[in-house]
């Protein structure tokens, strides 16, 4: 029996496909101009320090749609999203940056790791 991506631990994986997707010279993955200045939620204070971290959301998101198919960029910002706390008030959760999330769909959509479901509704 072969292995699937929900028999590797799912930080391995991730790491590897972020490899790939970096160093793909066939269907490269194009980093966007505002990567290294963007934040990936509003309430983030600094954007990542990892100067890699885009091809690794890139890759966590698809193993997410490989596993659980059919996952919008709403579902994507509530799994990134965290609490939010400023100053002395209680923490709220806040979601993560939907433009971000619909950037990598696209270009995930562009490579053809992921498609479009024909039958989707609204």
Not at 17 to 27: E, G, M, P
Not at 59 to 79: D, E, L, P, Q
Request: aromatic share 10%; hydrophobic share 35%.
């Amino acid at each position: 029996r072969s292995a699937t991506v929900k028999d590797v631990p799912a930080a391995s994986f991730v790491s590897a496909l972020a490899k790939h997707f970096k160093d793909d010279r066939k269907n490269p993955m194009d980093l966007p101009d505002w990567h290294d200045i963007v934040k990936t939620a509003s309430q983030k204070e600094l954007s990542p320090y990892s100067k890699d971290w885009y091809y690794i959301r890139a890759a966590s998101m698809a193993r997410k749609i490989y596993i659980r198919g059919g996952t919008g960029v709403c579902a994507f910002s509530k799994i990134y999203g965290q609490a939010n706390k400023r100053s002395v008030t209680k923490a709220h959760f806040e979601r993560s940056s939907r433009g971000l999330i619909r950037h990598i769909l696209k270009q995930l959509g562009e490579m053809g790791v992921v498609s479009t479901k024909k039958d989707k509704k609204g």
